[in-house]
């Protein structure tokens, strides 16, 4: 069998999303004929800029969200650190300098955070429990009298919990404290509404959706003030300089409608394939244990520890077999330090090391969760076979 006939199993939607056909479209018109800047006056800029319009009110319909309250970012990472830094240099101010988050943050937040500590703030890193949750009273009681910032993932990029943030947005809400939320991984997943849920700043990306990489959301609600991070031109209400991304943020807005469309129906469908992936690894494997909660869960992800063995070789075997997986969180994958999360909630080096994260979404079939059920097992028992 050569290269091109290879069956590829794509299990791996927390990392990055394929482009979908109508996000495709939607960019290549603004590739080549309507090329323009947005902020020129003829009418081929003015398309541009039509485009983009159109986009923001579809993303803050997405969110129940005011139109000025939607900012075009270059990714997830991008909103995250602006809101963050936003909502600090505003606390300065006032002399809030203490900042809340939590220890299984995505990097984004984490390093931002640490760099906010070396400027002088102070910041409470909440553990979860052993499933991966944070519960509200852990929030209410750090909070304090200089507290600007409370800043909790609305869901787990390798473990999936799904964090209580209604409540956490009320609790931040009546202590006036701003509530930022990265929701990367939950949007299109959870239903989302920033007024109903008392959310002040908001994180999407484009790429963990279906959209091309490179553009992101910034929700940041008229409440809250937003310092700008890239000083320059006028775009995006003179708080995020540069000409837009304008394709991507067509494409954005083409399938921003579809992700919060028929949550409910997609994720009981994904759901039911994940069950069968994890009852079948544990009919399967000895020796497994799945992290992160069962209930509180994102649809499509598997997280699970391997005794005896090493991720990185499993995911080679994997690979081999056509099958895309991850171990730990991709951005990671470079060191070979255990996961950050998996330690938070208590996991040992051994145990963080020999962890396997497989997340499939709607685009999946039954044949795709079959194959890996056959083929997973075995490569665990040639490594196991092999130390
Ligand atoms: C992927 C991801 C990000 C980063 O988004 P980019 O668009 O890749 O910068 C941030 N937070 C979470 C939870 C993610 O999963």
Redesign the pocket.
Known sequence: MNNKDKRIVYADN?ATTRLSVKAYEAMIPFLREQFGNPSSVYSLGRNAAKAVLEARKRVADSLGADVQEIYFTS????A?NWAIRSAAFAGAKSGKKHIITTSFE?H?VLRTCEFLQKQGFDVTYIRPDSKGLISPSQIADAIREDTCLVTV?YAN?EIGTIQPVSEIGEICRSKGVTFHT?A??AFGHVEINVKTQNIDML?L????IHAP?GV?VLYASKRSETTPLIHGGSQERGRRAGTENVPAIAALGAVIGDAVSGIAERTDRVRIMRDRLIDGLFERVPDITLNGDMTSRLDGNVNISIKGIEGESLLMLLDMEGICASSGSACESSSLDPSHVLKSIGLDDNASKGSLRLTINEENTDEDIEYILDKLPKAIERLRELS
């Open positions: 927390a990714g997830g990472s991008e995250d995505h984004a993932m990029n990265d990367v991984q994180s990306s484009g790429h963990k990489k992101g």
